[in-house]
């Protein structure tokens, strides 16, 4: 798995992968353009915040013969959820830019959603019904960038963004809304541009913690890397992205828990304790999904060279997503 050191594009116009930027960068690719593929191609931004009394969920996602939008919130202290979804048939009104780091944009009579790129920061504006969010994401140099290769014309980019500060806040609520700063959470977005198989499954955990020593985001990943030779497992300390080439392996133990361990090496080695799951099952004629949402606490260690990361107790987002579309 090599690391990219010069400027990468995804694919070339008739859809093939650009072999030459199959693997991983620590700066996001300077075209994401993808121009064919159509029905089979995949376009998503996904936005998270969390502290240790809530997090807070939003995506956009084109999959061409429709669109995605949902939003999801967990407050810890008042053991309240809520969760928004929409489909758009046809992906009408929607719009992501295919550059990562761009804009987004959708409104309709109950939602208003407006993305934009000022300097190193994305303005965040989401407004529906009961959520208002009013929000700057501040970019940094390094993220954890990576090409994915199924075929010669079934790929996936994913850019990771992590960990985040922000401005501005969550105000839920209708008739006497609750405000949250957002001054204090730790950010996250993930990007994703690609042109897929008809069937895939994925395990994706991230979260990050910030202390007087160190400033951390991980992210790892699993089964939809399998056999590609490359993955997306990083770990991010005080603005330096570190790449873990092993890969990892998620075990279920029992209802609650699971192990997090890689393979052929001793770097990570991790225990996730699930303290809620929320389930979102999509059975429509053409896109049938299977999305387990756990939010839990990790526990454990990754080593970065000779340097011990310790894990304790830290909130975390952990996706166990069936999809076949």
């Not at 009394?53 to 053991?79: E, Q, T, W």
């Not at 994706?204 to 991980?218: D, H, P």
């Not at 497992?233 to 990892?248: E, S």
Request: charged share 25%.
């Amino acid at each position: 798995m090599k690391e990219l050191k010069n400027e990468n594009f995804i694919c070339s116009k008739d859809g093939k992968i650009n072999s030459n930027s199959i693997g991983w960068s620590r700066k996001i690719f300077s075209n994401c353009d993808i121009d064919v593929g159509y029905f089979r191609k995949k376009i998503w931004n996904h936005y998270m915040w969390m502290n240790k009394d809530y997090i807070c969920v939003f995506a956009i996602v084109k999959l061409d013969y429709a669109g995605l939008i949902f939003i999801d919130f967990y407050d810890f202290k008042k053991n309240k959820e809520i969760h928004q979804n929409i489909t758009i048939p046809f992906c009408n009104g929607m719009i992501i830019h295919n550059a990562i780091g761009s804009y987004a944009h959708f409104q309709n009579k109950d939602m208003y959603i407006n993305i934009i790129r000022i300097n190193n920061k994305l303005q965040t504006m989401i407004k529906w019904n009961e959520i208002d969010i009013d929000a700057n994401l501040v970019l940094e140099k390094e993220s954890l960038n990576v090409l994915i290769p199924w075929s010669e014309k079934k790929f996936h980019y994913t850019s990771k963004q992590l960990p985040l500060k922000s401005e501005g806040y969550i105000s839920v609520g209708q008739e006497e809304p609750e405000k949250f700063d957002l001054s204090d959470t730790i950010g996250f977005i993930d990007y994703g541009r690609g042109i897929w198989e008809r069937e895939k499954s994925w395990y994706w955990l991230t979260c990050g913690f910030e202390n007087e020593y160190n400033k951390v985001g991980l992210n790892l990943g699993g089964k939809y890397t399998d056999n590609t030779g490359v993955n997306e497992n990083a770990i991010k300390v005080n603005g330096i992205l570190y790449k873990i080439y092993c890969n990892v392996k998620f075990e279920k133990i029992d209802i609650n828990k699971w192990y997090i361990k890689s393979i052929d090496c001793e770097d990570i080695d991790l225990k996730f304790k699930i303290i809620n799951i929320n389930d979102k099952i999509n059975n429509k004629l053409i896109v049938k999904s299977s999305l387990k949402q756990h939010v839990g606490k990790l526990n454990g260690v990754v080593k970065i060279n000779d340097k011990k990361i310790i894990f304790k107790e830290v909130l975390c987002w952990f996706e166990d997503h069936y999809a076949k579309w």
